[in-house]
């Protein structure tokens, strides 16, 4: 009897193993640690590389040896890449459209095409200097591949707001979203947001930044705030080259030019569902 007992908990111990490996494999990649300028630059191209490595996932088990124990609770699960690759183009001086693919490696799987994302946004008030920025966005995001079986697709939407002062900008990326399909399980809708307050040096060539960034599967039940993902940390931004303005007249909206933006940063966790730390990379090529 004593013998069918242990079985029976090894068995609970393996299926719990393997729930945990589906939970972690179909969480949100995080890779879009981005934040969404307002400012839409006429006939402009944009590609943009956007990593993450995060480090500290809640604790799981070992996908090799499905019959050895859970993780005890100060046992980190293995390191989780997310990579996102867009390309953003602008229609007019207030439309863009873009386009994402989303890499990822979930623990215990390969690298692999996970995402396809489609994304339009419309400016709705310029900021120039200091002031109010405006501008709407929305897309739809399709699960490819292996990950159609981990995550539905869905459709969000959501302004971008900038505030300027001096040489500070708080920039404010609010977004809905809504689950679509049969494996969508929403009663409300889901809220994700980053935020961005920088300080811009050097003729704006660098930026010192501090974002925040954070997600609610469904507000309808979105239960206690350690059971939510959030982080927060530094990060800097440094552009090579020069931009519109420094190349043509106030009338020339289309005047050349040609940037290269990059990026490091941190994430440090505040729930216990949001990985320990982090590390961000970004690269954006810019030219019309």
Do not use: C
Request: without cysteine; negative net charge.
């Amino acid at each position: 009897m004593a013998g069918g007992l242990h079985q029976r908990l090894a068995r609970s111990r393996r299926l719990l193993g393997a729930t945990a490996i589906l939970a972690i494999s179909g969480a949100p990649a995080l890779a879009e640690f981005e934040i969404q300028e307002s400012t839409i630059d006429p006939g402009e191209v944009q590609l943009q590389y956007r990593g993450a490595w995060h480090s500290g996932l809640p604790a799981g088990i070992s996908p090799v040896e499905l019959d050895a124990d859970v993780l005890p609770d100060d046992e980190e699960a293995p390191l989780h890449q997310s990579h996102e690759f867009e390309l953003q183009m602008s229609i007019t001086s207030h439309w863009l459209i873009a386009v994402t693919h989303a890499f990822d490696e979930p623990v215990g799987d390969d690298f692999r095409l996970s995402a396809i994302e489609l994304e339009s946004q419309v400016e709705l008030i310029t900021r120039n200097g200091e002031g109010l920025g405006l501008s709407f966005q929305g897309g739809t995001e399709t699960p490819v591949f292996a990950a159609r079986d981990e995550a539905p697709p869905d459709i969000h939407f959501g302004p971008i707001v900038e505030l300027a002062k001096s040489n500070f900008v708080l920039v404010l990326n609010p977004l809905f979203f809504k689950e679509q399909g049969h494996m969508a399980d929403q009663e409300g809708f889901g809220f994700e947001y980053g935020w961005q307050g920088r300080y811009e040096m050097m003729d704006s060539k660098l930026w010192l930044a501090v974002e925040m960034f954070g997600e609610i599967d469904d507000m309808a039940n979105a239960g206690p705030f350690d059971e939510q993902l959030h982080s927060i940390g530094p990060t800097f931004y440094y552009t090579f080259g020069k931009d519109d303005d420094d190349e043509g007249g106030d009338d020339d909206v289309y005047a050349k030019s040609k940037e290269l933006t990059v990026s490091l940063g941190a994430q440090f966790g505040l729930t216990k569902e949001t990985s320990d730390v982090a590390l961000k990379v970004f690269i954006g090529y810019e030219f019309n």
